[in-house]
């Protein structure tokens, strides 16, 4: 491996890491009690489509717009609404469809706006586009995050994801310091630290979700999915360690993939997992469009 290098490998290693955390959790998701999982499911599930969804209106507009990504979400929701979308998305969908802003919808739906993961769980595209620009990085992932999480909770979860996913990309040694500094919420930074202190006590994952959680809420679920990469030390035990943590498995799964696979590299996942993977090389594809655009320049 070329290391501090960015490589396509990382890039593609990224979006199928996400598909392959998600189909490894899906199997686990809601179930109470530890398990380790080995199997990739025969299916991934709304992370994916939404990550997917994600990439697509990118690599369309070579760039972010709003509008275009969420009527992408929404497109891909009508073809596969059994993706196992939880109850938000659809509701912020129909309103769009009815004529709301496509950064109106989301809040007023949810006063005070989603504190959920939905937003980070998706993000992995983001981070592989604006690598280069931390500022530009969190700009685009707090506005793609307005589409269905308008809470900082929600938008922040996704901002440290993606970033997350970038030192990954560069293989950064000072991973958690550079996330720390990175994050303006202090309830971010609390978990950061308990990420840290909790390093060499991964087999103990009573405490690890006790400290970090393993819930819907972003802030309970991207801790988890970092700590889950920085504990283990290779893709495969990442990801099986954060669909093993329980609790919402595929998001916490997908989100340990993206950044874990941005470290190692589609060589490093296991070929048998990526050959049962659903729409593995359309997955790639979209990853090679991406990495088409970081040559190119114009978003
Ligand atoms: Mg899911």
């Known amino acids: 491996m070329n290391h501090g290098k960015i490589t396509l490998a990382k890039f593609v290693g990224s979006l199928i890491g996400t598909a392959i955390g998600d189909s490894l959790g899906a199997g686990r998701e809601g179930f109470s009690g530890f398990k380790k999982v080995r199997e990739v499911g025969t299916r991934y599930t709304d992370d994916t489509a939404m990550m997917i969804g ?58 005070g706006g989603s504190f959920g993961n939905g937003a980070a769980m998706r993000i992995a595209p983001i981070g592989l586009l604006y690598w280069e620009d931390r500022e530009k990085l969190r700009e685009i992932a707090y506005k793609s995050s307005r589409i269905t999480h308008t809470h900082s909770l929600g938008a922040e979860g996704a901002a440290l994801e993606a970033y997350a996913i970038v030192l990954a990309l560069k293989e950064e040694p000072k991973f958690l310091d550079k996330l720390r500094d990175f994050t303006k919420l202090e309830p971010y930074k609390r978990k950061l630290e308990s990420v840290e202190k909790l390093l060499d006590r991964k087999e103990d994952r009573k405490e690890i979700v006790a400290e970090l959680g393993n819930g819907i809420e972003a802030l309970n679920s991207v801790p988890a999915a970092i700590y889950s990469f920085l504990a283990n030390s290779s893709f495969s035990e990442a990801v099986v360690y954060a669909a093993s943590l329980g609790g919402d498995a595929d998001t916490i799964g997908a989100m340990a993939g993206a950044i874990a696979g941005a470290w190692w590299g589609v060589t490093e996942i296991p070929n048998a997992w990526q050959k049962k993977l659903e729409n593995r090389e359309y997955i790639e594809d979209l990853a090679r469009g991406l990495w088409k655009m970081k040559e190119i320049k114009t978003y």
């Open 54 to 111: 994600v990439a697509e209106s990118l690599i369309q507009c070579q760039g972010f717009d709003g509008e275009h990504m969420a009527k992408t979400f929404i497109r891909n929701y009508e073809r596969e609404p059994w993706r196992g979308y939880g109850a938000g998305p659809p509701r912020v969908f129909s309103l769009i469809k009815q004529g709301v802003s496509w950064d109106k919808a989301a809040e007023s739906i949810y006063p």
